[in-house]
């Protein structure tokens, strides 16, 4: 069965670059999350979409910003990144009329070096 | 704002042993519950998903049961077997409009011995 895809799996940045994450949900998935995960801790809820419009927005620095495509695939864009922002960060889908089981990615590994 | 607590923070047992890891949450107004298996620098496997209005689900050797007015959630693992051997975190959604943000546990890191 098809699962979320991120890209890339590793990224290596330098303080105050930009990165931009990719996330593809499964095919007819509708809600797009984006989650970040320091080391050692639990993941922490950074914004989602629902149809392509933002549903909630958690604790994302305003250094981040996200959206949503026509085509439900989903870009966190991290400006003027801190070390504080190396972390893995996943992305999860999840079918808003059924039982919204979120399925996550395999997360991509942003080093700011 | 909703606490999620998962006890124990580690676990280690033999091969072959059935065991309990604990969830409690401190909001009971939760729209549903769902129990997560993550390995090393790995992604987030769900196991089980209960509704609020469910009482438990199974899924082969893993049963998960919800008491949603006192907060608490169980995942029982029968017959445990190294393979088993992650991190476990469960999480809860709120019941708030449309979303469906997942707040999650410090997770229960166990280890089946062979």
């Known amino acids: 069965a098809a699962g979320v895809i991120q890209s890339p799996r590793h990224l290596i940045k330098e303080k105050r670059e930009t990165a931009t994450l990719k996330c593809y949900p499964i095919?007819?998935?509708?809600?797009v999350y984006w989650y970040q995960q320091g080391p050692g801790q639990d993941p922490q809820f950074l914004i989602s979409f629902y149809e392509k419009m933002q549903s909630d927005k958690g604790s994302i620095p305003d250094r981040f910003s996200a959206q949503q495509f026509s085509d439900y695939h989903s870009e966190l864009n991290m400006s003027s990144l801190e070390l504080g922002d190396s972390a893995l960060y996943f992305c999860a889908s999840s079918l808003r009329l059924g039982e919204e089981t979120q399925y996550f990615g395999p997360g991509t590994r942003l080093l700011v070096l | 704002k909703q606490e999620v607590t998962q006890i124990p923070a580690a676990l280690s047992v033999p091969e072959g042993e059935n065991l309990v890891l604990n969830c409690s949450f401190t909001?009971?107004?939760?729209?549903?519950l769902q129990w997560f298996r993550q390995d090393p620098g790995k992604g987030l496997t769900s196991l089980l998903l209960i509704q609020s209005s469910q009482r438990e689900q199974t899924s082969g050797r893993l049963n998960a049961s919800l008491d949603k007015s006192s907060g608490r959630s169980t995942l029982y693992i029968a017959a445990s077997q190294p393979g088993d051997s992650a991190t476990y975190l469960c999480?809860?959604?709120?019941?708030?409009?449309?979303?469906?943000?997942?707040?999650f546990g410090s997770g229960t890191q166990l280890t089946v011995l062979p």
């Open positions: 095919p007819r998935h509708d809600t």
């Open positions: 999480a809860v959604t709120r019941l708030s409009g449309s979303a469906r943000q997942l707040t």
């Open positions: 909001d009971s107004a939760i729209y549903n």
